[in-house]
């Protein structure tokens, strides 16, 4: 018997030979359970009398007999009933004396008397002596059913879901994919069949995709709810999102056939949860700048703030331009749509190349940006930088080729306004976040910018009555005082920082009768304008009283009383009398830090003195004490923003006080009170200073 073709085919094995390959191909056996297996087809050869001559081992299975029971048997007498043999007949005649196939189904008598309905495939054979033989296949009509009605419901679900579905062979290949994958990729199906992922799907990031496909056909565990992001060549210009799952294919006998993938579109939950991410994230840049900016009363300190809380989360260099008519004046420095002055001072820029004058005063031209945002007091977007636009938005010393140079392409300027007053401007660039701006980044910097205005504006207030009350109680502390009979003075007096308020520390050198000189300081408690004009009454107060020529604990008790009706009435204050021809000192304390008596000959002393209680409690009488001061003996007085610092205990202050005035017996009083406010002062500046040496001189000098 003879066939028309008895080659070998191998078939397509994912060696990247592709299918159909004859030459010194590689024939392997395929392990049962292939779909042949599940078919179980029967092959029986009849001769041209119909007597069977070739029976296959599946043939038992279908019919139920054994070779030795079926060969030389007519077939129709074996497996047709006798009301069916005529139809058979007549079929066989005609299939080999015509030569044409026949396939359909049949009933076909088992042996164990049952009739069971078979597919049929019929042709006749033609043998090398010329004869004529019938081939029939045969299988069981059930299973066959079952098999197409699978088939067709996967072709069906496949062309018809609208998931993406592909099957790839097991060198990343595509054997086939469905309409909805080919609409999602935007390359037609028939581009897809044959080629490699790779080649394919270029326009994605295929490495990490590729290793997860192998990972599943290495393992068998299915990797599930992947998301890919990526451009299409279908809408090259926006992201899309996907969720990917992938899926290891057997064969019924186990052999890895390849991969599925399915392929379900999220753009719009992905950009969903892109856009409350940045929601969440704006919200987060709100509570933070609740508590990051604004954390001093320092203007530059503020603005500072407010830069390092947008670079770089929402740009990539940021710079705080405050109006220099609002540090300088006291009004209002201008309301939208007047004509504020355009000189400005830049206080912050991250992520660049420091900006020229940087924290200086700049000019702005009428053109720029940043000053029709001041005085429009409305904020302008510049999502994409053209050439020219970068003249107009350089700042001061900054030409347009060096912002060409930042790469600034996306830029965003909003005003400062707090209380109906145009502070500045906060102006935003973009270079390396390739992102432009937005109406959403618009919304989140003017609501950033309104809440840092109000804390530069509180800032600026702050610095202009800091200011005022410095100047007032500078007018209010004595000029250098002159030469005192029998004295050498040395004094000094720092403010508190600019963080902080100014506060009521002062000191006095009052001529009096008798070559006498009265020594004064004193700390009101509390700070700004208030305290230091109560300050400013106190020493008036003391100077009048001194002219009475009173006891020093009397000077105090009348200088308590006058403090009724203070706003701020509560004081430190000690007061001394030296008088040159006794060589001593009346000093009275009301809850003053105690003076310190360097001898000419011996260690600095704290002077064991009744320290009494502040101005301003009443009904406690003070004590007048005598204390010796020979020649070339100094006494130190001070405020306690020279010893009190915070971690500190005041002891320790106090010995490292003593400590500085014994190495310096033989230094001048100016050199060692900066040596002592150089070592001693708070670097934080949390309060002022008052400090007052005197050095008795001999008595021929008084």
Not at 172 to 182: D, E, G, M, S
Not at 423 to 450: C, K
């Amino acid at each position: 018997m003879n066939t028309t073709d008895t080659r070998h085919t191998a078939p397509d094995d994912g060696d990247g030979d592709g299918p159909g390959r004859t030459d010194d191909a590689e024939v392997a056996p395929a392990a049962p359970g292939g779909l042949l297996d599940v078919l179980n087809v029967a092959a029986v050869v009849l001769d041209a009398r119909g007597r069977i001559v070739l029976w296959s081992p599946q043939a038992r299975d279908v019919f139920g007999y054994t070779a030795e029971e079926a060969l030389g048997r007519f077939a129709a007498r074996l497996l047709v009933h006798e009301s069916d043999r005529d139809v058979v007949v007549e079929l066989f005649e005609q299939v080999m004396r015509e030569g044409l196939s026949w396939a359909g189904v049949f009933p076909v008598r088992h042996k164990d008397g049952s009739t069971r309905l078979l597919e049929f495939r019929n042709m006749r054979l033609r043998g090398e002596s010329g004869d004529l033989y019938a081939l029939g296949l045969a299988t069981e009509q059930s299973t066959l059913r079952r098999v197409e009605r699978d088939l067709a419901l996967s072709t069906r679900l496949i062309a018809q879901s609208p998931i993406g579905l592909a099957v790839l062979d097991t060198g990343l290949r595509f054997v086939t994919i469905n309409p909805a994958l080919a609409r999602i990729s935007g390359i037609p199906a028939a581009e897809h069949t044959g080629r490699p992922l790779r080649e394919t799907l270029s326009f994605l990031d295929v490495a990490p995709i590729e290793s997860a496909m192998r990972e599943v056909m290495k393992t068998g565990a299915p990797l599930v709810d992947r998301h890919v992001v990526g451009r299409t060549p279908a809408d090259p210009d926006h992201d899309h999102a996907w969720s990917v799952s992938y899926y290891r294919l057997e064969a019924g006998n186990g052999r890895v056939l390849g991969i599925a993938l399915s392929v379900v579109d999220i753009t719009d939950r992905h950009h969903a949860a892109t856009e409350a991410a940045h929601a969440r994230q704006r919200l987060a840049m709100i509570a933070d700048a609740s508590v990051r900016v604004g954390t001093t009363l320092d203007l530059e300190q503020t603005a500072r703030e407010l830069a390092g809380l947008v670079v770089p989360q929402l740009a990539d260099a940021a710079a705080v331009d405050v109006l220099d008519t609002a540090l300088r004046t006291s009004g209002a420095p201008g309301a939208p749509g007047s004509s504020p002055a355009v000189r400005r001072r830049l206080f912050r820029s991250l992520a660049e190349a420091p900006v020229p004058g940087s924290g200086a005063p700049y000019e702005a031209g009428d053109d720029s940006l940043p000053a029709r945002c001041v005085a429009t007091g409305l904020p302008i977007l510049l999502s994409r930088v053209t050439g020219d636009d970068l003249p107009r938005i350089a700042r001061g010393g900054e030409d347009a080729d060096a912002a060409a140079r930042a790469g600034v392409h996306s830029y965003l300027v909003v005003p400062l306004i707090a209380r109906g007053s145009v502070l500045g401007a906060l102006a935003l660039r973009r270079t390396s976040n390739p992102v432009p701006f937005d109406e959403d980044d618009l919304v989140l910097a003017r609501e950033l910018a309104g809440r840092a205005a109000v804390s530069i504006d509180n800032a600026r207030w702050y610095q202009l009555e800091h200011d005022t009350a410095l100047t007032l109680q500078r007018s209010l502390l004595p000029h250098t005082p002159g030469p005192r009979p029998g004295l050498e003075l040395a004094h000094r007096y720092q403010p508190a920082g600019a963080a902080v308020e100014v506060g009521g520390d002062w000191f006095d050198v009052i001529p009096l009768a008798g070559d006498r000189t009265a020594l004064v300081v004193g700390d009101v408690m509390g700070s700004g304008i208030t305290a230091a004009a109560t300050m400013g009454q106190l020493r008036n107060t003391t100077r009048a009283l001194a002219d009475l020529d009173l006891d020093p604990a009397e000077i105090l008790r009348h200088v308590d009383r006058s403090t009724t009706g203070l706003e701020q009435s509560t004081a430190t204050c000690l007061y001394a009398v030296y008088d040159p021809h006794r060589a001593e000192c009346r000093v009275s304390n009301a809850g003053h830090m105690p003076p310190v008596r360097v001898p000419a000959d011996g260690p600095p002393e704290l002077l064991d003195l009744p320290s009494g209680v502040p101005l301003g409690v009443g009904g406690v009488p003070f004590h007048t004490s005598t204390v010796a001061l020979r020649p070339e003996d100094r006494l130190v007085l001070y405020t306690d923003g020279l010893v009190e610092v915070r971690g500190e205990s005041l002891d320790t202050r106090l010995d490292q006080l003593l400590g500085l005035l014994a190495e310096a017996p033989g230094h001048s009083l100016d050199r060692t009170c900066d040596e002592v406010l150089t070592a001693m002062r708070d670097p934080e500046g949390h309060d002022d200073v008052a400090l007052l040496i005197a050095r008795a001189l001999p008595a021929d000098a008084a």
